[in-house]
């Protein structure tokens, strides 16, 4: 009984959304233009994009499995705050969005917004930034696609093998219907990846970052370990601003 609950919860399990209503009015410390864009499949996907003078890129930021853009958009000023435009959309069933889920649309839909941004903007200025559950989904777009980087934070070599840390003594692997394989697309980018990870993650394990490191493209891929860090506040530490500053002023003086 166990066993078939897992099987049939599992989106409540793996989605934390909040929804908003569809007047709700965002507001943030940065100019941006609310978005909303139209699948092929009829679903509705909105999103925010700051956008600030003379940009020195763009960052398409894939968010992780909790909340909605009144929260990931605070979040993404960050970057803007670093004179970046930042496109950040709100998945199926997060915030004002609406349609069906399944692992596929989670890619099919960054695509959408990916082309959206290549009407504006060149591929050498968009990075791609992944935050746990958006690592998946930030990889898969590097690999089909040609952006300056990618930027993973919090990244794990698949659910399935985080979940097999959460649920030792279950079979996920025939019970995941969302697998998000990570490591089959991470060899397939062809820009430079960086990866920051806590030793003390108690969501996604340091060591599936690792296993994803491992059959990383050797030459383009580099994992910086912060010591002590946990799921949700790698924030907190210099390393991780040290090495984001080094990021994107060395992006900014590529372009």
């Not at 853009?69 to 993404?76: C, D, E, M, P």
């Not at 959206?116 to 990075?127: A, F, P, R």
């Not at 003390?200 to 990383?216: G, H, M, R, W």
Request: proline fraction near 3%; hydrophobic fraction near 35%; aromatic fraction near 14%.
């Amino acid at each position: 009984m166990i066993t078939a609950s897992l099987y049939f919860i599992q989106e409540k399990l793996l989605f934390l959304p909040t929804v908003l209503e569809q007047d709700y009015k965002f507001q943030f410390n940065y100019n941006f233009e609310e978005l909303n864009l139209e699948t092929n499949d009829g679903a509705k996907l909105n999103a925010v994009h700051f956008k600030v003078k003379n940009p020195k890129g763009v960052i398409l930021y894939f968010h992780g499995n909790a909340g909605d853009l009144s929260r990931w958009g605070t979040i993404a000023e960050y970057f803007v705050e670093k004179q970046y435009d930042v496109l950040v959309m709100d998945y199926r069933t997060y915030g004002k969005s609406k349609g069906k889920l399944s692992e596929s649309v989670f890619y099919s839909d960054a695509q959408l917004f990916y082309n959206h941004l290549i009407n504006s903007y060149d591929e050498s200025e968009i990075t791609i930034y992944g935050r746990s559950l958006g690592t998946a989904i930030a990889t898969y777009l590097a690999s089909k696609n040609n952006p300056k980087q990618l930027i993973l934070e919090t990244p794990y070599y698949s659910i399935i093998d985080v979940a097999k840390s959460r649920f030792p003594v279950f079979p996920v692997e025939k019970l995941m219907r969302y697998k998000f394989l990570t490591y089959n697309f991470i060899n397939e980018v062809n820009c430079e990846i960086t990866m920051f990870h806590g030793t003390n993650d108690e969501i996604v394990p340091y060591k599936s970052a690792q296993k994803l490191f491992k059959v990383s493209p050797e030459k383009l891929t580099k994992l910086i370990t912060i010591e002590g860090g946990s799921h949700n506040n790698l924030s907190h530490y210099e390393t991780y601003h040290m090495n984001i500053e080094k990021l994107l002023n060395n992006f900014g003086a590529k372009i």
